[in-house]
């Protein structure tokens, strides 16, 4: 709901001080949330960072971004993300499109399949891609006795196992935008194409695609920046073997007991995750926004 | 892009008919993993066995016999309902304040109130667990539904925010006009129009708080909440106990998520929402 423009005509005093008192209780409306997250927000976040400098030295920072075992983690953890946004927009973008296309009766069939698991515990979704991956679960059994292959594949406890739950986690956070882009794109663009007689790639590849790269954007940034921090599917699935940046940060907190390492390295993650947000929504430009 | 004629000359194509299947595969691979649990939970075998040799409701009855999974589930339920009432307690005046809001400095509010959202869920752990240490808070619960509520104060404010969006004011402003207070007008004539919104936002900061892993991990002690006690037992023994938990986990978020269409008039869903 947008303001009544102001500039229109000179209000007299009384609407404006009434009006000016209106805001000012809007304002003070807003005062718990800010206190909330003042003092269990930004306060506990800026202290952590303080800490990575407790000792007034850079050499924290030093110690990872120059050592070759964190430069590692740094790596694993960007090429992860990658992997998944990669894949979560190819499995994704299909799907997308198929909700936004299809009868009333799939869509909402569809959207029960994206939407269920989103609603469902990350923990109670680990452990069935654990049964369902592990060297005697339940896809290697029945690869075995299909006879597709000798050995069980090692599904779990690498970085597939790892790339495999983190996908299923963030494939909604793909479909999403891009279902609401394609759902904006008018269909008389198609229908003129159509009538027009173009095939049906071309009618994809030259009118829908390019005005469904909004939600794709979106989509993308929105994957990669969540994979970034992603910390429970990595520590199951990984098995100890996958070390992601939230998991070694976890490590040296709970293990390590090396604070002001651990603020440094969620420095690092802060800094990376807010530095591609901020570019994401800047070159999405005007009213454009990163959804959630 | 709808239609149902041309949805329907569109089927009958090959490459239509290719995408059909690609989806039908894709929704397998979203909702395999919560179909396989309902199996394996009543299952005979100590160890994970597929398909189940037997039926056997012994998976259930440890998670019932056993006092610390069932103390861990009353404190995640404890937390959530705290987290959720005090969310709605704070991100409803946060809402109506960003919304309508004109004052400098709402960006600012806005932004922040966001950012829970997008900061990774280890910061904000290892920050307030820095924090919470310091003040000797770990193992409280209302420490972690503090917490909880922080996380879940974005979604709180997307959904009513959306909702207030949506909300013509000039009823307020009719009630107004007809003798009301401000107050009164909201508590009788806004709120119970965007009931539904406050339904969803109730749920959803519900369902954040009660899955919510690794808040809780840092800041629990030995105070287990239920996330935590599954991140533990998946850790070191994986028993089909996790599967009837997981069973029974999926039930409850189901019955909330119906409960919510049925009070909250189908709006959980915002995405349908937005689109005309």
């Avoid at chain 1, 420095?267 to 430009?285: D, E, H, K």
């Avoid at chain 2, 339920?77 to 304040?97: D, E, N, Q, R, V």
């Amino acid at each position: 709901m947008s303001a009544l423009p102001d500039a229109v005509a000179p209000l007299p005093p009384k609407v404006a001080a009434l009006r000016s008192r209106y805001q000012r209780s809007l304002a003070a409306l807003g005062l718990p949330a800010l206190l909330l997250l003042a003092l269990l927000f930004a306060y506990p976040v800026l202290r952590l960072m303080g800490l990575s400098l407790s000792d007034g030295s850079l050499q924290w920072y030093e110690k990872a971004l120059g050592e070759g075992l964190y430069l590692e983690v740094y790596w694993i953890t960007f090429r992860i993300a990658g992997i998944v946004t990669l894949a979560a927009l190819l499995l994704g973008y299909p799907v997308a499109y198929f909700l936004a296309t299809t009868t009333r009766f799939w869509t909402a069939v569809g959207f029960v399949c994206v939407i269920l698991p989103l609603w469902t515990s990350i923990l109670v979704r680990t452990y069935a891609w654990m049964v369902l991956l592990g060297r005697n679960g339940i896809v290697n059994r029945l690869l075995l006795d299909l006879g597709l292959v000798r050995e069980p594949l090692p599904l779990l406890y690498n970085e597939l196992g790892v790339v495999i739950g983190m996908v299923h986690v963030l494939i909604p956070y793909m479909v999403l935008p891009i279902f609401s882009s394609l759902k904006r794109l008018d269909p008389s663009l198609v229908q003129a194409a159509e009538g027009l007689g173009a095939p049906a790639a071309r009618i994809f590849l030259r009118i829908v695609l390019p005005l469904s790269l909004d939600g794709v954007f979106a989509g993308v940034i929105l994957v990669f920046v969540l994979s970034l921090g992603f910390f429970v599917t990595p520590a199951l699935l990984g098995g100890g073997r996958v070390i992601m940046i939230a998991v070694l940060i976890e490590q040296q907190v709970r293990e390590a007991l090396n604070w002001p390492f651990a603020a440094a390295l969620a420095a690092v993650l802060l800094v990376a995750t807010i530095a591609i947000y901020g570019l994401a929504q800047r070159s999405l430009g005007r009213g454009g926004e990163v959804p959630p | 892009m709808r239609g149902t004629s041309r949805a329907r000359r569109r089927r009958a194509r090959p490459g239509r008919i290719l995408l059909g299947a690609v989806c039908a595969l894709i929704f397998a691979f979203l909702v395999l993993p919560l179909v396989i649990v309902f199996p394996l939970s009543v299952s005979s075998a100590p160890y994970l066995e597929f398909p189940p040799p037997g039926f056997s409701w012994r998976w259930y009855e440890n998670y019932f016999g056993d006092p610390v999974w069932i103390a861990a589930t009353l404190r995640s339920l404890k937390i959530a309902t705290a987290a959720m009432l005090l969310s709605l307690l704070i991100g409803t005046p946060l809402a109506f304040s960003l919304v309508r809001g004109r004052y400098p400095g709402r960006v600012v509010l806005e932004r922040l109130a966001a950012a829970p959202m997008i900061v990774p869920a280890i910061i904000l752990s290892v920050a307030v667990y820095g924090l919470f240490a310091k003040l000797k808070l770990i193992g409280a619960w209302y420490g972690i539904a503090l917490a909880h509520t922080v996380l879940a104060l974005p979604f709180v404010v997307i959904v009513l925010g959306a909702g207030l969006k949506g909300f013509d004011e000039s009823l307020e402003a009719a009630a107004l006009g007809l003798g009301a207070s401000r107050w009164q007008a909201v508590w009788r004539v806004t709120l119970p129009q965007i009931r539904p919104s406050l339904v969803s936002a109730a749920v959803l900061a519900f369902i954040t708080s009660f899955d919510e892993l690794v808040v809780a991990m840092f800041l629990a002690g030995s105070e287990m909440t239920l996330p935590k006690k599954m991140f533990d037992n998946i850790r070191m023994e994986i028993d089909p106990t996790i599967a009837a938990v997981s069973v029974l986990q999926i039930l409850l978020i189901t019955l909330a998520v119906l409960l919510s269409q049925r009070f909250g008039h189908g709006t959980f869903d915002m995405h349908e929402r937005e689109s005309p």
